[in-house]
C-alpha cells in the first residue's frame, strides 16, 4: 500500500467552482502535510503547508484529520490558472524524508 | 535567483552506460534530495542529504549512487543504467536550518536508458 493515496482524478469544474481533494496516509509516524502544485512538465511548487488547526491562503483551504489520516485541500472561486495537478506530501519528520500522492488532476474550464 | 539547476534535461542512454545527473543549489541549502517520477506513482525519493557528506536511502535507493562533497551539489550516479530507471528525475533543496520544510526542485530531467 502507498504511503500516501490521493484520487487521480481528473476533476474537471467550471470557473468560479468549488473543488475539494481528499488525500489520505498510511503512516501513523507522519508529522507534517503539505500540498504542492504541478503544472505540466514542470517541478513541483509549494502551495501550503497543512496545520492540525487547519489554515487557509487566499481561495485555498487546507485541513487535517490526524484521526482518520487523511488530508484536504478546498479551492473556492476556481481560476483557469489552477489547472494543475496537486501533490498531497507527507514527511517523517525524523527521518526526512517525504512520501508525495501521485497526483490529483484539476482542469478548470471556462 | 535563488535556484535548483539539473544537468542534463533529456538524457537518452543505453543498458549499462553509466551516467551522472548533476544537480546544484545556490541557496546554501543544507538538505537536499533526489526524487524519481512516474505515471501512477508518484515522486519517490531515492537518496537524500542533511549536509556535506552526510547521505541517507530513501524509498527506491537500488541501482543509485550520491555524494555530498559540497553543500552546493548533490549529484545522482547511475553505474549501470537499466530501463527500468527510465524517468523523471527532480533533484530538490531545503533550508533545513531555519526550520522550514519547503522543498525546492529543480526543473527536472528526463532520462530514457535504452
Known amino acids: 500500500r502507498k504511503e500516501v493515496e490521493q484520487d487521480p482524478g481528473p476533476f474537471n469544474v467550471p470557473e468560479g467552482a468549488t473543488v475539494a481533494f481528499n488525500c489520505t496516509y498510511s503512516?501513523?509516524?507522519?508529522?507534517?502535510f503539505f500540498w504542492y502544485r504541478q503544472d505540466c512538465r514542470k517541478e513541483p511548487k509549494l502551495l501550503m503547508s497543512?496545520?492540525?488547526s487547519g489554515n487557509e491562503d487566499g481561495r485555498f483551504t487546507a485541513q487535517l484529520n490526524r484521526a482518520s489520516q487523511y488530508i484536504s485541500l478546498l479551492i473556492r472561486d476556481s481560476k483557469l490558472s489552477d489547472s494543475a495537478t496537486y501533490l498531497c506530501?507527507?514527511?517523517?519528520?525524523?527521518?526526512?524524508?517525504?512520501?508525495f500522492g501521485s497526483g490529483t488532476k484539476l482542469n478548470v474550464k471556462p | 535567483e535563488a535556484q535548483v539547476t539539473q544537468n542534463p534535461r533529456y538524457l537518452i542512454t543505453v543498458t549499462g552506460k553509466k551516467l551522472t545527473v548533476t544537480c546544484s543549489q545556490n541557496?546554501?541549502?543544507?538538505?537536499m534530495s533526489w526524487y524519481r517520477q512516474d505515471p501512477g506513482l508518484g515522486l519517490r525519493q531515492i537518496y537524500y542529504?542533511?549536509?556535506?557528506?552526510?547521505?541517507d536511502k530513501g524509498d527506491v535507493p537500488e541501482g543509485y549512487k550520491v555524494s555530498r562533497k559540497e553543500k552546493r551539489n548533490f549529484p545522482l550516479i547511475l553505474e549501470s543504467p537499466s530501463p527500468n530507471q527510465t524517468s523523471l528525475y527532480f533533484c530538490?533543496?531545503?533550508?533545513?536550518?531555519?526550520?522550514?520544510?519547503?522543498?525546492?526542485f529543480g526543473p527536472g530531467t528526463r532520462l530514457t536508458v535504452l
Open positions: 542529504s542533511m549536509n556535506v557528506e552526510v547521505t
Open positions: 530538490a533543496s531545503r533550508d533545513y536550518s531555519s526550520g522550514t520544510n519547503e522543498q525546492f
Open positions: 503512516n501513523s509516524a507522519s508529522q507534517s
Open positions: 541557496m546554501n541549502h543544507e538538505y
Open positions: 497543512v496545520y492540525s
Open positions: 506530501v507527507g514527511q517523517i519528520y525524523n527521518f526526512n524524508k517525504f512520501y
